[in-house]
């Protein structure tokens, strides 16, 4: 039976990547982001400064990302 879930694991990445705008940064090493959504959340990094945009991946930042149009479509 684990095979099966190991084979499903590595199908079903865990890996959470998207965009976010970063709000504030602190000195602790941890930024406030604003998602595409609206929501907002604290994550750890501070390699990207405020205004900016930023790459994130699990709740940290990875790097600085560029400032494209951005467009949300429901089908």
């Known amino acids: ?4 879930l190991n084979r499903l694991g590595s199908v079903l990445n865990s890996t959470h990547r998207s965009i976010v705008k970063v709000i504030s940064v602190s000195p602790n090493g941890t930024s406030l982001v604003e998602h ?3 929501s907002t959340s604290s994550i750890i990094g501070n390699g990207v400064q405020s205004g900016g945009n930023a790459y994130i991946e699990n709740d ?3 790097g600085p990302a560029p400032d494209l149009p951005f467009y949300d479509i429901e089908i």
Do not use: A, P
Not at 1 to 4: K, L
């Open 36 to 38: 595409s959504d609206g």
């Open 60 to 62: 940290r930042i990875v």
């Open 1 to 4: 039976m684990s095979n099966v």
